[in-house]
C-alpha cells in the first residue's frame, strides 16, 4: 500500500493526476501499435482466410435438396452438404426430423459434432431409449458425442440438425437393437 499526505494508505492502483494522464497515453500508444500490427501483419493473414471463404468448398452443388434418409428409421430427411462419411476427411449433413420422430439408441464409429438449427431436439446417452433421461437442445444450442457411446434422441418439434463428423467410417450409425436398423 501506498500513502498519501496525512498517513492514510491508499491501493497501489491509485495514481495522481499527472500518473493517471502518464497511463492513458500509455495504452493509447499501445491501441496504435497493436492497430498497426494488425495492419500491418494480420491484413495477409485476413486476405488469405477471405480466399479461403471464397473457394468453391463453401459453395453447396445446385439442387441439393432433402433425400429420405435411409440409415435411420422412416419419416427423416437428410441431405449431405460436404465431403462423405466413406471418404477420407470432414463431412457435413443436415437431418430433418418429423413432430415426434424417434431416433432409436446408436453409436457412430467417429465423434460428430451436432447442431440444432430448428426446433426443440432431445437427445440422452444410454442402450434403450429412455424419455426421462433426454435433455432439451434448442436452436443454436451445440454438443458432442464421442465414437462409439450409444445416445438416442426425439423430436419434440419439426427440427433440423446439422451433424458434423471424421471420414472414413464403413459403417456411419450402427444401432443397439439391430432390429431398429431399416438397412436390413
Do not use: C
Not at 464421442?146 to 467410417?169: K, L, R, S, Y
Amino acid at each position: 500500500m501506498h500513502s498519501v499526505k496525512g498517513g492514510a494508505p491508499v491501493p497501489p492502483f491509485a495514481f495522481s493526476k499527472q500518473e493517471a494522464l502518464r497511463v492513458t497515453k500509455t495504452i493509447h500508444a499501445l491501441v496504435q501499435l497493436t492497430a498497426l500490427s494488425l495492419a500491418l501483419f494480420g491484413a495477409p493473414a485476413i486476405a488469405d482466410q477471405e480466399m479461403l471463404m471464397k473457394g468453391n468448398d463453401t459453395i453447396a452443388a445446385p439442387g441439393l435438396g432433402w433425400t429420405a434418409a435411409i440409415s435411420i428409421p422412416p419419416g427423416a430427411q437428410m441431405v449431405l452438404l460436404y465431403g462423405s462419411p466413406d471418404k477420407p476427411g470432414p463431412y457435413i449433413f443436415r437431418v430433418k426430423f418429423p413432430v415426434g420422430y424417434k431416433l432409436p439408441p446408436h453409436h457412430h464409429q467417429d465423434a460428430r459434432a451436432v447442431t440444432v438449427l430448428q426446433g426443440n431436439y432431445w437427445s440422452a446417452v444410454g442402450d434403450t431409449f429412455d424419455q426421462s433421461k433426454l435433455k432439451k437442445f434448442g436452436p443454436r444450442d451445440y454438443y458432442t458425442t464421442d465414437a462409439g457411446v450409444n445416445h438416442f434422441a426425439w423430436a419434440e418439434t419439426e427440427v433440423i440438425i446439422q451433424e458434423m463428423g471424421m471420414g472414413p467410417v464403413p459403417s456411419p450409425i450402427e444401432y443397439v437393437n439391430p432390429a431398429d436398423d431399416p438397412r436390413k
